[in-house]
């Protein structure tokens, strides 16, 4: 079966501290998408990065950054230097093949507060 | 111009009334999908439509029912609203059927009373 576990539900860091999102996923499929996504409190859901599964490299994106390891089956999101806009509910979530059509599942989200 | 938007931003209702949330993208991508964000922020996919083609639909009332006129627009149209349908509804869109990752529209936040 095909799931995405974010087993941190709440997070409470003060501003510049660094913090790091765990996302672990279950698939049997050999080609898969894994992607994060921000929810700020105004609500919109925001595309943060998206890896396929045959590219292990880790990739920076300022602040950010992301740690994919198939062999623990783990793509964590780290912020550095938090800033208090960073606070949002954070989804890792997983595409895969699915018959003839590809299906996405979210993991259930993990909620960031940054403290000034 | 908004890449993804839905209409209505907010929508309060009775129950038992008939109610319809619209979705058109204009980034010419194939796909669409309606997803349900529950209270708890959990996001479970509802439906998705490529190309006019419904492809994805999920364990929903059958109250629930998509239309995709054409494939830049999918609308949700709600009969017999209950109390458990409030909810936000997203609607996103993708250039292929979701590996290429999806944009979302704002939400339209329904309060069922």
């Known amino acids: 079966a095909q799931k995405v576990t974010q087993a941190q539900t709440e997070i409470s860091v003060v501003e510049k501290e660094d913090v790091t999102l765990d996302c672990v996923y279950e698939?049997?499929?050999?080609?898969?998408?894994l992607f994060w996504y921000k929810q700020p409190p105004s609500g919109e859901l925001v595309f943060l990065i998206r890896r396929n599964s045959f590219d292990e490299q880790n990739e920076i994106s300022g602040r950010y950054s992301w740690n994919f390891q198939k062999s623990t089956s783990s793509f964590n999101f780290t912020i550095t230097a938090s800033q208090v806009v960073d606070s949002a509910v954070y989804f890792c979530a997983l595409n895969y093949r699915k018959t003839s059509y590809d299906k996405v599942i979210f993991g259930p989200g993990t909620s960031l507060s940054v403290i000034p | 111009d908004t890449a993804v938007s839905q209409t209505p931003k907010y929508l309060v209702t009775q129950m038992g009334n008939d109610k319809s949330i619209k979705c058109e993208q204009n980034?010419?991508?194939?796909?669409m999908y309606w997803y349900k964000q529950d209270s708890k922020k959990f996001l479970k996919i509802m439906f998705s439509y490529n190309n006019k083609e419904l492809i994805i639909n999920e364990t929903v009332p059958n109250r629930f029912s998509p239309k995709s006129p054409d494939k830049a627009h999918l609308n949700l149209h709600i009969n017999s609203l209950e109390l458990g349908d409030s909810a936000v509804y997203f609607c996103?869109?993708?250039?292929?059927?979701?590996?290429?990752?999806?944009?979302f529209g704002s939400g339209t936040r329904l309060t069922v009373v």
């Open positions: 980034l010419g991508h194939d796909t």
């Open positions: 698939t049997r499929d050999t080609t898969y998408y």
């Open positions: 996103a869109s993708s250039s292929r059927t979701g590996g290429y990752g999806y944009t």
